[in-house]
């Protein structure tokens, strides 16, 4: 049986959890209307979510009755059990939509990329809190933690998943950075980078080839492989000020929009809700990341705070990446909008990092 540190209910980390609860609130609502049929109002994608976002909020207990330092001696056991599960993924996946992401577990399917943006973050903690800080962190200590981050992201590319990978590397980067990345090293990664990227584009899937020259090139096939992010757009820009009004979407409801309750979501929310709407859940978003920020400036330890910094960064790079792309200022690769996309397994691991997060706030005062 849990049981909870009667010393931590008097700071429990209320406004993180609200704001938390608020935008997966907004999320199976607008599920709702993305997912609207007559005949059929409550559809199986909302019954789904919330299904998954209460099994979350068990989770997210899970996360705060165990102490994150207790967590962190199982880090390497987690992080190996995730990569498993990875290359179980490859080997015997569920396949869907053109990609291998999930292991089907009875009548259930997890995507284990999902859980591994929160593995990565907390074995890079675990490796680096004991010299985070230091004036210049030595490139040989990076050398461990850059193949840590590396072999996750190649074994979600090869699904194939690059928004995922993406994620995980970007979450990955914010430990990194926290931890006193040296600016040398940036500038260094920049050059050697700068020529590898024609060889990368070479070897990136045909679609994906497609999506990136459309995107600076978005009138070359608007029918194609430009239709996606063409639409997007009109859907936003639809919206006007005040919105066109809940389920009154045209571009949702006659279903011109692709994946509107997965990837496009936020496309959905922005023709109905207009640009107050959108600035309203932008702003929540922002008091969350800045939440998780406040949160890692005051943990009492480098562990706190590096995993606290990383797990708030992979929400943040995730829905500006996923915003970027549905409004047209990034490529589409193929990524989901934090606690308001539709997905079982992106739910429960975001609940997962919020009781994370909690975790690390509310034991800033017990030691």
């Not at 989901?336 to 539709?342: A, C, D, H, Q, V």
């Amino acid at each position: 049986m849990l049981r909870i540190d009667r010393r931590l209910l008097a700071h429990i980390e209320w406004p993180l959890l609200v704001l938390a609860l608020l935008v997966s609130g907004v999320g199976l609502v607008t599920i709702l209307s993305a997912t609207f049929h007559d005949g059929q109002f409550v559809s199986r994608y909302v019954v789904r979510q919330a299904t998954w976002a209460g099994i979350g909020l068990v989770a997210m207990l899970v996360a705060v009755s165990i102490d994150y330092r207790t967590v962190n001696r199982y880090a390497y056991p987690i992080y190996l059990l995730l990569l498993v599960s990875l290359v179980l993924v490859l080997v015997a996946g569920v396949s869907g939509g053109g990609a291998r992401r999930w292991i089907g577990i009875g009548p259930m399917a997890l995507q284990p990329s999902e859980f591994m943006k929160v593995g990565v973050v907390l074995v890079l903690a675990h490796v680096l809190h004991r010299w985070a800080g230091e004036a210049r962190l030595p490139l040989r200590r990076l050398l461990g933690p850059l193949a840590l981050i590396a072999v996750p992201a190649l074994l979600t590319l090869r699904q194939p998943d690059l928004g995922t990978a993406i994620a995980i590397c970007m979450g990955a980067f914010t430990v990194l950075l926290v931890a006193g990345l040296p600016t040398r090293l940036l500038i260094i990664a920049a050059l050697v980078m700068g020529p590898l990227l024609p060889y990368g584009y070479a070897h990136l899937k045909p679609y994906q080839q497609k999506r990136l020259d459309n995107f600076f090139n978005p009138q070359a096939d608007r029918l194609g492989t430009g239709y996606h992010a063409l639409q997007s757009q009109i859907a936003i820009g639809s919206g006007q000020v005040h919105g066109k009004g809940y389920l009154h979407g045209t571009q949702n409801q006659l279903k011109f929009l692709p994946e509107q309750h997965t990837d496009f979501i936020f496309s959905v929310y922005s023709e109905e809700w207009g640009f107050i709407g959108g600035a309203a859940l932008l702003t929540l978003y922002l008091a969350l990341v800045l939440r998780g920020a406040y949160i890692a400036s005051r943990a009492r330890d480098n562990l706190g705070a590096l995993l606290a910094a990383g797990l708030t960064g992979t929400i943040f790079w995730q829905a500006a990446i996923n915003i970027g792309m549905t409004s047209g200022a990034l490529p589409v690769v193929g990524i989901t909008l934090p606690f308001l996309s539709y997905g079982g397994s992106s739910m429960l691991a975001l609940m997962i990092s919020v009781g994370l997060l909690m975790n690390i706030s509310m034991r800033r005062h017990t030691f």
